[in-house]
């Protein structure tokens, strides 16, 4: 089994994600990739991917959002990534297995309005407990999850808890302070990784 690296670099958002995608690829592989097209997986047979028909957002439906499904690279489908970006952070986990990966800054405001919209009660409660500052660490926790099913937010984030038992592996990674860093991964993977800057 292929192991799991995380990529990350500081990103003004001039260099398209896939771009940064297709290089965190190029360095997994030890190898130049010169082309990548990334498609979901979800998709028809025969259908055209995401990538060779949808190049930037403004291709995205009338809500601002892409498709559903799991992201995949067409040129490459024995090697999967999950990306995430917040603030002005880049990060991408490539591995040989199915990955989630969220990155969030820590935000230390009153948080509680969101939690009780958005989260299952039992993480409701365990914030009351903890504090709610710990909102944004429980949102990397929840989004990394569903990043590994490939379910997105579809389906909303009360469904499921990640203060209860799951069938998957999550791991915060120790990062940069003031980010919550969150990686899952299959029970049987363990979810080991390696940190690495792309810069």
Known sequence: M?????????????TKSHELLRLALGRYLGRDIEKITVCRREE????????EVRQSRNAAGADGR??????????LPYVH????????VWTCAVSGTEVGLDLQIR????????ARRFFHPNEIRW????GFDEFSRLWAYKESYVKYTGI?????????????ELQVTQREIPFREGFWLVLTCGPEAG???TLCSLQ
């Open 81 to 88: 990534f999950s990306i995430s970006h917040s603030g002005n």
């Open 127 to 130: 914030l009351e407990q903890h």
């Open 191 to 193: 979810c080991d990784s």
């Open 2 to 14: 292929m192991k799991t690296i995380i990529f990350y670099c500081d990103w003004d958002k001039k």
């Open 44 to 51: 028809e047979p025969g259908k055209a991917c995401a990538g």
């Open 107 to 114: 935000h230390t405001g009153d948080s509680e309005k969101l």
């Open 152 to 164: 997105g937010l579809k389906d909303g984030l009360d469904y499921f808890s990640v203060v209860d």
């Open 66 to 75: 892409e498709g559903y499904g799991k992201p995949y690279v067409k040129e």
